[in-house]
């Protein structure tokens, strides 16, 4: 290596891995090289953080993403072998039976509007 | 702190005050995969819940079960990757990704003003609709689309006997019509046909019981 370092050479050199997002340490190197594209961006002047596609994809076959967190929540049937058992109120039936489902009323008139 | 021995270092009972090597090593064990990651925008929360018609809004936040929070690409992966497909949840079952750790309760104050774009799709679209909807969500593609002012809460899918139900939550009902999410949500799926899809504010529907702010 040169022994003159070039004012260019240094900021250069860090730039990389520190990304756009200075106040956020511990992003990977690995991670700093997606082929191909910008892995993130920040909205001009703030903070947002954006993902491509692609990027959150390729993390899809990280060693951390092939394990469930220790601590996830254990219900048999989702995150542990079993029967899908989610708690209902004592068991007992609708107190309110004339009021449509809260998650999704499905049989909601509105759903004759098209895209 | 007078500097201790390397083999003491090493031990932690040997820690002669409330010390940072301690609390690091705890925190380290305490903290999990989730912390090496990439981290989101903001953490997210994977729900599931069964829906039963006609249960109130204190019924139905009791039978929602919280999964996890990630805060992190890896972290929503290491859930998403280990959950079943939606294609394997029977009828009536629905998954949630929320901003934060809110809950998909309409009444609850960050969700009350609100509402959500809701698409019937064909079952065989569903796993495909719901995987770029949660990647457009944490990559904060969709915020784009809404009018200023207005935020993603989160989005949900529902099973059902035929057509599922994907839906998107926004917080502020009164700009869903400043809002081109659904024009997105075509370029995200551009072969998939939806056979509906509509907004509704949260307090229209006949069953919220919550008060307007």
Redesign the interface.
């Known amino acids: 290596m040169s022994e003159k370092l070039s004012p260019q050479n240094l900021p250069r050199g860090r730039e990389i891995p520190n990304r756009r997002?200075a106040d956020?340490s511990?992003?990977?190197t690995d991670?700093s090289t997606t082929p191909g594209g910008s892995?993130f961006s920040t909205t001009p002047g703030g903070s947002?953080?954006?993902?491509?596609?692609n990027?959150?994809?390729q993390?899809?076959s990280?060693p951390?993403?092939?394990?469930?967190?220790?601590?996830?929540?254990n219900?048999p049937?989702?995150?542990s072998p079993g029967e899908?058992d989610?708690?209902?109120?004592n068991g007992e039936p609708?107190?309110?039976?004339?009021?449509?489902?809260?998650?999704?009323?499905?049989e909601?008139p509105?759903?004759?509007?098209?895209? | 702190m007078a500097a201790p021995s390397v083999s003491k270092l090493e031990t932690p009972e040997n820690t002669a005050t409330p010390s940072p090597q301690l609390g690091r090593s705890a925190i380290n064990e305490i903290h999990t995969s989730e912390q090496s990651g990439v981290p989101l925008n903001t953490p997210w929360t994977f729900y599931l819940d069964k829906s039963t018609p006609g249960t109130s809004a204190a019924e139905y936040a009791a039978c929602l079960r919280k999964l996890y929070t990630v805060s992190t690409v890896q972290g929503f992966w290491s859930v998403y990757n280990n959950i079943p497909t939606v294609n394997k949840l029977g009828s009536r079952y629905s998954y949630h990704l929320m901003r934060h750790e809110r809950r998909p309760v309409w009444e609850d104050p960050y969700n009350c003003n609100g509402g959500n774009w809701r698409m019937k799709c064909h079952k065989w679209d569903t796993q495909k609709v719901w995987q770029e909807l949660l990647l457009a969500a944490i990559g904060e593609h969709l915020s784009d689309f809404l009018a200023e002012g207005d935020e993603i809460s989160g989005i949900s899918v529902s099973m059902r006997e035929r057509d599922d139900i994907v839906t998107i939550w926004n917080t502020k009902s009164q700009l869903s019509e400043k809002s081109d999410i659904l024009v997105k949500v075509k370029e995200l799926v551009p072969d998939v046909n939806f056979t509906a899809a509509f907004y509704k504010a949260f307090q229209t529907h006949q069953a919220f019981e919550g008060h307007s702010k």
Not at chain 1, 110 to 115: G, K, P
């Open positions: 997002i956020i511990n992003l990977p991670y892995i947002r953080i954006f993902y491509e596609r990027f959150l994809m993390c899809r990280s951390l993403a092939k394990t469930p967190p220790a601590n996830m929540a219900i049937g989702v995150t899908v989610v708690p209902k109120e609708s107190k309110k039976p004339s009021k449509p489902e809260k998650a999704g009323p499905e909601n509105q759903f004759e509007m098209d895209i």
